[in-house]
């Protein structure tokens, strides 16, 4: 393992992607996402991904200096087109113009058309819940899990992420995907040779599987079933058809540098709390999340999340020496070197 | 069994409901969402209600001649007072002025304040998307559920509601609860004196329990673990503590006529498609659905309740004979008789 500083991880990998393609403003968003999902315990959304994100936009799949266009507007909707570039500027500059909007219409919706990974969901939300404002946001993304009594994957693990401010210390986040579990648990299996629970993925035939073979070739099962599915389908309807977007199973590979574009989509929803509760929200909030914590054994969401976030901030980050040194052989093929 | 075509049912339910202080225009809304839910086949949202929901207007728990009030308003924010009355009219009021809103500015989220019971929350929505619009639909309800790790009741069982608007047919509308199983399963087996599945039920003390009573004195388990709490929490927020409503451990039940009324709340996002998809939008929905209904032995959630509908307004709905005996009790204790 090598220890970066935030600031020494972000400049790495800002360095790798303006090696491949992508403009200084994309590739400080995206540096800036990869290094805080790996701040926040979130390896799988972190910098892992970066060299497939490099190549992505060196090969023209993503388009590394798409600069996110609004494609329609209200009052309290905005269309972003993402131009199939990387996602994270496109979420963040339609967050940025909604907050306005939802200020003074009370609401505002945000569909992000052509876009790729949203990274952790939860952080755009509390970037807006921040603002004081209650924010949801939803995301489809490639296909992996199929229809209710289906075979064929359908939904990608849509998550859901929803955002409130707090009366002190920062915002309630939750952040979750709609399968049982996430396939990189299955890959792990596969990875140890070890079996995996029934319970967790079908294979192609739609059967229960414990074989993580047939499970990565198969579809992984919706939390909580049938419901689960449902949730998904709703998911894939908010984020991809609402969005003029690619459904799970029309949508490329996140990390395949070859074909098309990913295509798929985003939409959030921000409200103002002060609109439907006036002054009390806060204070009613405070009430139910108290009585939450004041039984024992539970804990709120998220508060994992910024307990790494603070350690990472104080001791860095640790990336291992195979990804460090990927990272530094492609710094050093810098044109500028 | 006694056979009553849903409009002779529907003048049933508003005389008894008339002759316990409910204003006719209220009797209407709520016998009108009874006989719905009974005529969808879902009898426990039906006229079993009733006669619990006249008692509570009779003794004034829930003020029958309620009108709902807007209590604040944006462009695209309306927070409606139910004032203690049935939900049904302040939900029917408030969704009919957010159309409008939603049409122009291109969303509007509806916030329900001192509410009671919801009733089936997919016809609200159902009812949005007949207007072209998407529609998301939240309430909380009577602490059923802990939160994860707990043992006390927070949240109720928390439904999710989803419409949209099809090329053609009614409405795709999901509607799900967040309990892993619906409280009245339980009730169901203690009547029969059976034993509830592992997975179901935890006791008082928050362990799982398969004894219906043990049950009944403790939580339901939430849609898939963890993350069916964590949705659970979401809901609560935007259904109770975003529109200054009581949460699920602070409302009294829906069915008891004593005690102060429940005062718990409802939201709702209404979507102009047309805003986000542009023209696509039903295309694209198209395609999804199709991607879905084009494997074996898939259905798409909600199509039993239509097929359910129609029969019912064709052949009438069964009403039990003991609660017939009670409705035309009631009906002929009018003072008008």
Request: neutral net charge; contains cysteine.
């Amino acid at each position: 393992m090598t220890r970066q500083t935030i600031e020494q991880a972000r400049k790495l990998a800002v360095s790798v992607l303006c090696n491949s393609n992508v403009s200084q403003t994309n590739a400080e968003a995206v540096a800036s996402a990869l290094v805080a999902a790996e701040a926040d315990g979130l390896a799988s959304h972190g910098l892992a991904r970066l060299i497939a994100y490099a190549d992505q936009a060196a090969s023209g799949k993503v388009d590394g200096e798409a600069k996110p266009r609004i494609r329609d507007q209200a009052a309290a909707a905005l269309a972003v087109d993402a131009g199939h570039g990387f996602a994270f500027p496109a979420i963040r500059y339609g967050l940025e113009q909604a907050v306005a909007r939802a200020r003074s219409a009370g609401s505002c919706v945000v569909g992000i058309s052509h876009s790729h990974h949203a990274g952790v969901l939860g952080h755009h939300v509390e970037a807006v819940a921040e603002q004081g404002l209650v924010a949801l946001g939803f995301s489809n993304s490639p296909a992996a899990m199929a229809p209710w009594g289906g075979r064929e994957g359908v939904f990608g693990t849509n998550p859901i992420a929803f955002a409130s401010p707090r009366t002190s210390g920062p915002p309630l986040v939750i952040d979750l995907s709609l399968s049982h579990v996430a396939r990189g648990k299955v890959m792990l299996a596969k990875q140890r040779g070890e079996a995996i629970p029934e319970g967790w993925a079908l294979d192609a035939e739609g059967r229960s599987t414990t074989d993580p073979d047939a499970a990565l070739v198969g579809t992984m099962v919706p939390l909580g079933g049938a419901k689960g599915a449902a949730l998904a389908l709703m998911v894939e309807i908010l984020s991809a058809s609402l969005t003029g977007s690619n459904h799970g199973f029309e949508a490329s590979s996140f990390f395949d540098p070859k074909g098309a574009p990913p295509g798929i989509g985003q939409s959030f929803v921000l409200i103002d709390p002060q609109r439907l509760a006036g002054p009390d929200f806060l204070a009613r909030l405070d009430v139910l999340l108290e009585a939450i914590e004041g039984q024992p054994d539970t804990r709120l969401p998220g508060q994992r999340r910024y307990r790494l976030r603070a350690k990472a901030a104080s001791d860095g980050i640790d990336i291992n020496d195979s990804l460090f040194a990927d990272i530094r052989k492609r710094v050093a093929n810098s044109p500028a070197h």
